[in-house]
Each structure stands twice: as C-alpha cells, then as structure tokens.
C-alpha cells in the first residue's frame, strides 16, 4: 500500500491574483515571462506559467481592465526605451561617419559603410517606433480639398454648397497674409 501524499494547490489572495495579472499585462501577455519576472521578485509569490494562462483566460474581465489601466504607462515606456535606442544609434552613426570622413582619400572600408547605413536605418526604425507608441504621427499625407470632399461623399458625407453675397470687396497684398484678387469681405 503506497501513501501518496496528495499536494493540495496554493491559495492565492485576491491581491496576489491581481499581481500576477497586472504582470502577465506588463508583458504583453506573455506568461513565461511574467511567471520569471514574479519568480524574481521577492515580494511575489512564484506562480506558475500554467496557472498565469488559466488566469489571463478565466478572469478576462480582470485582465482586459488592468490591460486598459496600463497601456498607456506602457506604451510610454516602450516609446522612451525605442527613443533611447534611436539616440545611440544615431551616435554611432556619428562615429562612423567621422572615421569614414577621415579615411576618405584611403577609402575601401566597405564593412564601415555599411555598418553606418545600418546604423542609420536602426535610428529610424526606432524614432518612429517611439513616434509611433508616443501617438505621433508617422507620416504626412497632404490632400487637396477636392479629395477631402470626394472621400466624404463616398463615406455618405454630403456637403451642400452654401450661397453667400458679395458685400463689399477688397484688395490684400501678400504681405497682409492675402493675395492680389479680390476677396469677399
């Protein structure tokens, strides 16, 4: 007759539950990491990655709040790190270049070349990365207004023409910021 010790599953708190989801949320839903990052943690109980999924999953209320909570810290801090790597790229990119500028009546350092070109690409990559995260824009789109006016109408926007009388007219010059047509007043 074996005497199998049965092993009874922790109980967590309340409090650990919502630790543990708040971390599971810090990395993005990945449970091994958070499960490492509470092992690590001497103020938190070590919780498997299993039981960290069956959480993300059965308390999904719970996670989509603390998720919604956080984004924003998130995302900022996300952005601050891409903007810091952005910056050491560029300095590098610096320090290539003037080795490249030095050795230009000798040049054959096609490795050095290249390296600043990949620098320079990282740099980019990561300023709009954090102009990304940081709700930048990362690019602009400069649209007539007629292409305004036909996207609008094709969403079902309709804007009527509104009838206006001339009262008087004046003459601007462009250094009042007008041109040299006549303009309603």
Known sequence: MSTEVQKRPRRYTEAEIQRALTEVAACSGNTHMAARN???????????????WRWQHDRAEDYARIQQDLLPAITAKAAEQHMALAR???????????????ELPHMEHRDLVNAVGKLDIGSGIHTEKAQ??????????????????????????????????????????????GSERAVPA
Do not use: C, H, Y
């Not at 050491?88 to 030095?102: A, D, F, N």
């Open 88 to 102: 050491r790229q560029m300095e590098g990119s610096l320090v290539g270049i003037e080795r490249i500028v030095s």
């Open 132 to 177: 990304l995260l940081a709700g930048l824009p990362t690019q602009r789109i400069a649209k007539s207004s007629d292409e305004l006016l036909r996207e609008f109408e094709a969403e079902g926007l309709k804007l009527d023409a509104i009838d206006a009388e001339v009262v008087s007219e004046e003459t601007l010059s462009p250094s009042d910021g």
């Open 38 to 52: 509470l092992a690590a943690d001497e103020t938190s109980p070590s919780i498997d990655q299993k039981t960290l």
